[in-house]
């Protein structure tokens, strides 16, 4: 086993696999307290747009897809509290509009983009120490944010009306969590890519609602279940001809699905 | 007794229409207020506004001697109970937990709430659900539920409470528990509270004061004079028969 650490970008995949592990259930556990799965998958489709206006400027596609999910998050937190258009509405237009300016764009590349379907797909194992930095920074500030407002936000997700008579800055918060949703897909589309980044932070706090009644149990299976998946899937994908990011992904929908099933028998028999 | 909440032809707008017009109407302390009206009368932006949560177009609101936008400072004094749909019934918290969110507060931003399971312990012992609080708050009934967000609304020590349909989704007897609950409170602790309800036949017998809306102020005093007047009928837009007997009245038809 201790072979699969001997060589450098298997060191730096699981440093990012720990990183993104760590990031995307933390952030999972307020999705789906929040309802916001399909803001979730909204922005990470959108980011499409902002990779491929990256790969067309010469700029680099992580950075401009990152702009792009946390401006289409914030746009929509933004725009449906406006009051005019309902939030899944807004997500759904941002969703096809960012894909197809992703789709217009690329369609006019000439030669070949390998880091384009690294994007699109994940590649893990081409991770760059600069990523890995990249990734930290973003985990240490949006740690920062979500302890030093747990409270507040905990209390938006179960009860909005309140915590505005309350008096809590429940606008710029909001803002401040879907910027925090548009950064962990920015730095989640390296491991497992655009089209699959969406269940990175969906299923794991899905898996722990179910099994949890009440919030610290929820936020720890959370983190288990995230790690389990991303640590997981990188060791499967070392020993079996599967793309690190469809194993991560596979693992986690595995996890859920056992859940599920584990809590109607338990229901059902005892 | 002291004047906790008054409007003078007060005038809301939201998204260019009129919801509520030319109300008027003052509460004291140790009242129960009843709020009565159908679906869509302005009952709630009422409320939302003695929170100073919506903007008021035209007269005055004073809710704790704050007034216009000053009422924001008001809110410390308030606690409310927004109606049951603002909150996931199978949300992971305890009993205890839901009651410190009402805790929180600009103040306690970046900060611990100090004495906080005391003030929660308090607030569960004044609803009778002292023994509730490690209990998970998605495994309650209703009535217990609505129990529990009351003490939320209480764990601030308000002189004011609003309630937004509280009884919505209770069985009978869970709506003469909580409606008796409420009497004990304001006796007890001299709580000026603002029930708004569309059923009128729960919320009549022991409100102390009725006001009926329907956009406009339709009228407004004791309970037994309201549910008399040709006004109710006319901001209910039908006909009511009342059945009363010594106790108040028992059964509406409409």
């Not at chain 2, 709580?191 to 708004?196: R, T, W």
Request: proline content about 4%; charged content about 15%; aromatic content about 8%.
């Amino acid at each position: 086993m201790s072979e699969i650490f001997a060589y450098g970008f298997m060191q730096r995949a699981f440093l990012a696999a720990l990183l993104v592990g760590v990031l995307c259930p933390t952030i999972s556990f307020f999705v789906v307290l929040k309802r916001l799965s399909f803001l979730g998958a909204g922005i990470s489709h959108t980011a499409l747009g902002g990779i491929a206006i990256g790969l067309a400027a010469g700029l680099d596609p992580v950075f401009t897809g990152g702009i792009f999910a946390v401006g289409t998050a914030m746009s929509t937190g933004h725009i449906s509290r406006l009051g005019k258009i309902s939030e899944d509405t807004v997500i759904g237009i941002f969703y096809a509009s960012g894909m197809a300016l992703g789709i217009a764009l690329i369609s006019t590349f000439k030669g070949y983009y390998p880091e384009l379907f690294s994007l699109l797909f994940g590649n893990i194992l081409a991770v760059s120490r600069g990523d890995l930095q990249v990734m930290a920074a973003a985990l240490v500030a949006i740690m920062i944010f979500v302890v030093l407002f747990f409270k507040e936000l905990l209390a938006i997700c179960f009860d909005e009306e309140m915590a505005v008579a309350g008096g809590l800055p429940v606008g710029p918060l909001y803002m401040g969590l879907l910027a925090a949703i548009g950064l962990t897909v920015m730095v989640s589309i390296q491991l497992v890519g655009v089209v699959l980044v969406a269940a990175l932070i969906v299923i794991p706090g899905a898996t722990a609602y179910r099994l949890s009644s009440n919030y610290r149990s929820m936020l720890a299976y959370s983190l288990v279940f995230g790690l389990a998946g991303s640590l997981g899937g990188l060791f499967i994908s070392y020993y079996y001809p599967v793309p690190p990011g469809a194993a991560i992904v596979l693992i986690l929908a595995a996890l859920f699905a056992l859940t599920v099933a584990g809590k109607y028998i338990m229901e059902k028999h005892f | 007794m002291q004047e906790v909440i008054k409007a003078d032809n007060l005038t809301v707008m939201l998204g260019g229409k009129t919801v509520l017009e030319d109300i008027s109407f003052s509460a004291l302390q140790g009242e129960l207020t009843g709020v009565i009206g159908p679906n869509g009368a302005g009952k709630t932006t009422l409320l939302r506004a003695a929170l100073g949560l919506v903007p008021i177009q035209k007269g005055l609101l004073t809710v704790f001697g704050s007034r216009g936008l000053n009422l924001k400072e008001a809110r410390p004094g308030i606690g409310y109970m927004p109606q049951r749909q603002s909150f996931e019934r199978r949300f992971p918290l305890s009993a205890a937990d839901v009651v410190a969110t009402g805790l929180l507060s600009p103040r306690t931003l970046l900060r611990r709430v100090p004495e906080k399971g005391r003030k929660v312990e308090k607030a569960l012992h004044s609803v009778g659900m002292e023994g509730f609080s490690h209990r998970s708050f998605q495994s309650l009934s209703g009535g217990e539920q609505q129990r529990i967000l009351l003490a939320r609304a209480l764990a601030r020590r308000p002189g004011l409470l609003l309630l937004d349909e509280p009884n919505t989704g209770l069985d009978f007897p869970a709506q003469q528990s909580f409606v008796k609950l409420l009497q004990e409170l304001k006796e007890k602790e001299r709580l000026s509270i603002i029930l708004v309800s569309h059923d009128l036949v729960s919320i009549a017998p022991s409100a102390d004061k009725l006001l009926c809306i329907n956009r406009t102020m339709h009228i407004h005093g004791h309970p037994a004079e309201v549910l008399r007047s040709p006004h109710l009928d006319e901001a209910y837009r039908c006909q009511f028969d009342f059945l009363s007997t010594g106790s108040g009245i028992e059964r509406c038809r409409h």
